[in-house]
């Protein structure tokens, strides 16, 4: 009964982002693509959709996103050719170019980089060379992991220019906030904090 109900659930949401995908040439109605995303309990949501939407198209340059999903695929229908993604769950770098291929999207630019150790914090490893990036979208490593995602900006700091904007999802947390003190103290960031409901995201630049 439930890989029954699950199979159905599936199809249903793959018709829904079906219709989102068909309708983006003309609108990006956000729900319709949280709802056929599905419910995975990690995809970023709401209003932090809607700003990284409109950072990358006021973006002109290169894209880094720290974590694959939803956002992959909002960017590369808004940002062609522009944004490369860091992921390291197999599982979710599958579904991910899956569904990047499935509607014909560019998905050479999600990179498989598993987490490594660098002592203080754990963070992606060392890609391949990238350009420099003009805005990060970081939604990951998981909360959870070892210094969270304070390892953006020592490992990637010079992928970024001096001018480049990065939206820090999941900042209600408590070790988003540590992490963004961080950046501020060792990296001179200054930031804003934005929220939708119980959900909040920072926005940074460098000073």
Known sequence: MFGIRTAIENYQCRRMLD???????????ISLFERGWGNDGFHATGGYL????NSA???????????????TLL????????????????????RTVKTLKRYNLDS????????????????????RDLPICDLVIADGPPGDTKGGRYGLLPRM?????????????????EGELTTLKQ???RFG????????GDRAWACCRFN
Do not use: C
Not at 19 to 29: E, P, S, Y
Not at 50 to 53: A, F, G, H, I, T
């Open 183 to 185: 950046w501020q103290d």
């Open 50 to 53: 809607e700003d990284v939407l």
């Open 157 to 173: 700091r010079e992928s970024l220019s001096q001018t480049a904007m990065i939206l820090l999802d999941d900042a209600q947390r």
């Open 57 to 71: 198209r006021q973006t002109k340059g290169d894209i880094l996103e720290a974590g694959s999903g939803l956002t």
């Open 19 to 29: 219709r989102a995908v068909a309708k983006a040439t003309k609108t990006i109605d």
């Open 189 to 196: 960031i200054h930031y804003t904090l934005k929220n939708s």
């Open 75 to 94: 960017l590369n229908l808004v940002a062609p050719g522009r944004a490369w993604t860091l992921e390291h769950s197999p599982e979710f770098y599958s």
């Open 108 to 127: 050479s630019r999600v990179l498989l980089a598993p987490l490594e150790d660098f002592g203080e914090f754990v963070w992606y490893s060392p890609p």
